[in-house]
Structure formats: C-alpha cells, structure tokens
C-alpha cells in the first residue's frame, strides 16, 4: 500500500468562534486544502484534557495534526500550511528570505499588537461577567489600525501587492476588532478598502464571517443581557 493512499486529511482543533482558527481556515481555503475539523469547547475545559495537553502543552487553539506533524499557534500553522501545501502558482509565503522577513513583520504585529487588544476587548465579558467594553479599550484598539493604514501604502495587501499568509491572519483579527471598535473610513481609507477587497474573496465568508458572526452576537448578546 503506497504511502499516499494512507495518509489522511490534516486534523485541525479549533473553535468556529476563534480568530486565530478562522486565520487557518482562510489559509486552507486559498490553497484549496480540506481539513479533518475538531471542535474544542475551550469554555468548558476540553484544551486541558490529558489528551490535548500531549498535543499542545500552552492549551491553546488552534491546533493542526498533520499525519503526526503537530503544530500550534495559528501563525506558525498558516506558514507550515503554505511551505506544504501550496501549489506552484500560490505565493503565500513566498521562499525568499527578505519577503518572509516582511510577512513575519507583518504576523508578529498581529499576534503583538492586533490580537491581544481583540482579547482584551472580547474575553473579558465572555469569561469575567463583564458588563460593558471600556472605551479606553476601543480607542487603545483603534490606535492599531494606524500601523496597516502605514503598511498599505506600500502595496495593495500588508505584504506587497500579492495575498500571503499576513492578510489572512490579519484579516480574522481585524473583521473581530471593527466590530467593536469601529474604522474610520476617512481616517483608515486603505485599510477599509483592504478590509472590502478581504471580504470579496470566495472563501471569505464560509471560513471567516460565519465565525465572526458568532462571537459578535454572543458578547453583545451577554452584554445587552447583563444591561437588563
């Protein structure tokens, strides 16, 4: 029996809701890659299960199983996704050394910068029973928005004038911040109009909207119970 005919699809462990997941998704979807799904319901502990930790010891999701090859963190897996998967017309992360330099630029400010002001934006009402978003966090997320607003002046995506991997993890990122912390369009005119051209892409809306859909109603469907 030939290697090919058993190897089987790579397993993602995700949660739908999650930006970093839906970065995967995208990621898989522009290369055209079927992925085995496994939800995990972080809420109710099953990223601390003996079982997950073997996988991922941080217990964090995303996590990808690849035939044994185990990867976390969803930007490494967006990379890892690319250098195997993509076909010889698909330049994601492309090979050369100083255009990965400036998609992992571009990723670090994501996983630095972006994702962590999303966090603490949405976890705590999801987790800690908040009742209401600061505004100090919805400006302080605003203030990011200025650094791709810079990054676009350069090119039509973050990276150039070519999708990578740096669009696709950023996009899940920003999508979940605009809906709280909106962008001003005058303000930010590249990056709305980046944000538009993200959300044109076929495979946008099954692997990135439905999910944001998700967790924007449950935190403004927890906040606006907790009002009452």
Same mark, same amino acid.
């Given at each position: 029996?030939?290697?090919?005919?058993?190897?089987?699809?790579?397993?993602?462990?995700?949660?739908?809701?999650?930006?970093?997941?839906?970065?995967?998704?995208?990621?898989?979807?522009?290369?055209?890659?079927?992925?085995?799904?496994?939800?995990?319901?972080?809420?109710?502990?099953?990223?601390?299960?003996?079982?997950?930790?073997?996988?991922?010891?941080?217990?964090?999701?995303?996590?990808?199983?690849?035939?044994?090859?185990? !990867? +976390?963190?969803?930007?490494?897996?967006?990379?890892?996704? @690319?250098? /195997? =998967?993509?076909?010889?017309?698909?330049? $994601?992360?492309?090979?050369?050394?100083?255009?990965?330099?400036?998609?992992?630029?571009?990723?670090?400010?994501?996983?630095?910068?972006?994702?962590?002001?999303?966090?603490?934006?949405?976890?705590?009402?999801?987790?800690?029973?908040?009742?209401?978003?600061?505004?100090?966090?919805?400006?302080?997320?605003?203030?990011?928005?200025?650094?791709?607003?810079?990054?676009?002046?350069?090119?039509?995506?973050?990276?150039?004038?070519?999708?990578?991997?740096?669009?696709?993890?950023?996009?899940?990122? !920003? +999508?979940?911040?605009?809906?709280?912390?909106?962008?001003? @369009?005058? /303000? =930010?005119?590249?990056?709305?109009?980046? $944000?538009?051209?993200?959300?044109?892409?076929?495979?946008?809306?099954?692997?990135?909207?439905?999910?944001?859909?998700?967790?924007?109603?449950?935190?403004?469907?927890?906040?606006?119970?907790?009002?009452?």
């Amino acid at each position: 029996m030939s290697s090919a005919a058993t190897t089987k699809k790579p397993v993602l462990y995700y949660a739908p809701r999650s930006p970093p997941c839906r970065a995967v998704l995208l990621t898989a979807a522009a290369l055209g890659l079927e992925l085995d799904l496994r939800t995990v319901n972080v809420k109710a502990g099953e990223h601390m299960t003996p079982e997950f930790l073997l996988l991922n010891p941080q217990h964090t999701i995303p996590v990808l199983d690849d035939n044994g090859t185990v !990867v +976390s963190d969803s930007h490494v897996i967006c990379s890892y996704l @690319a250098d /195997k =998967y993509a076909g010889p017309d698909v330049a $994601l992360y492309p090979k050369d050394a100083a255009q990965r330099r400036l998609i992992d630029a571009r990723l670090y400010y994501d996983c630095g910068h972006l994702f962590p002001r999303v966090r603490f934006i949405v976890e705590p009402v999801i987790y800690f029973g908040v009742t209401q978003i600061p505004e100090d966090r919805i400006s302080y997320m605003q203030k990011a928005y200025d650094g791709l607003e810079q990054c676009l002046a350069q090119g039509t995506y973050l990276a150039g004038d070519k999708l990578t991997i740096a669009d696709l993890c950023s996009v899940a990122t !920003v +999508s979940t911040a605009a809906a709280f912390a909106a962008i001003d @369009a005058e /303000k =930010y005119p590249k990056l709305t109009q980046w $944000l538009s051209r993200m959300q044109a892409l076929p495979y946008y809306k099954a692997n990135n909207q439905e999910g944001l859909e998700l967790l924007v109603n449950l935190v403004k469907g927890l906040l606006a119970e907790r009002q009452n």
